[in-house]
């Protein structure tokens, strides 16, 4: 019984990875927060299973510090092109996110669930995520990783949106 129960959570993690997979190998900056550490080490490690290359921009432990110092220059490495896309993290990942839209060329969405992950992409055409590792826990945070990594703009109705938003 223990053995096909095996099975089974076995065969759920390969289709999760397996449908989780990104086309091409990226190189993705990624930024956190004391309160965000956490997740900074398991996303870096799904992502590079995954083939990716990752930029980090710390920090590098749990010590309070000022998020701007590192989410800043996540932000500019996608804004620049270094990065094709950015992660960043924090406690909540609100401020996170105001950081990175700071930064000119930055479309950064908030995501705390599937759905959010899917139509930051599909909708917004973000090119960064943030996510708060208070409320997310780190397997929906890898599934958010993979999701909009994953998804594709929509375009039509959603374009001139994402005109504006770059106006």
């Known amino acids: 019984m223990q053995i096909k129960r095996f099975r089974i ?3 759920k993690i390969y289709r999760f990875i397996y449908h989780t997979m990104s086309a091409k190998p990226l190189t993705i900056s ?3 927060d004391h309160a965000g550490f956490p997740l900074k080490a ?3 490690a799904f992502l590079k ?3 990716h290359t990752v ?12 998020y701007p110092d590192f989410i800043r220059p996540a932000a500019e490495a996608v804004a620049s092109g270094q990065a094709d896309c950015g992660i960043v993290l924090g406690g909540s990942g609100n401020g996170e996110a105001m950081v990175a839209n700071k930064v000119k060329g930055v479309r ?9 992950a899917n139509a930051t992409k599909t909708h917004n055409k973000a090119n960064c995520i943030s ?3 208070r409320p997310v826990p780190e397997v929906l945070a890898l599934k958010i990783v993979g999701i909009w990594l994953d998804a594709d703009f929509e375009g039509g109705r ?6 504006k938003i770059e106006g």
């Open 30 to 32: 990624i930024g956190t």
């Open 108 to 116: 950064c969405g908030l995501c705390w669930d599937e759905w959010s």
């Open 49 to 51: 299973q995954r083939g």
């Open 42 to 44: 398991p996303i870096i």
């Open 9 to 11: 959570a076995l065969g």
């Open 131 to 133: 996510i708060g590792a």
């Open 55 to 66: 930029i980090d921009f710390g920090c590098d432990s749990d010590e309070p510090c000022d």
């Open 158 to 163: 959603h374009e001139g949106r994402v005109t």
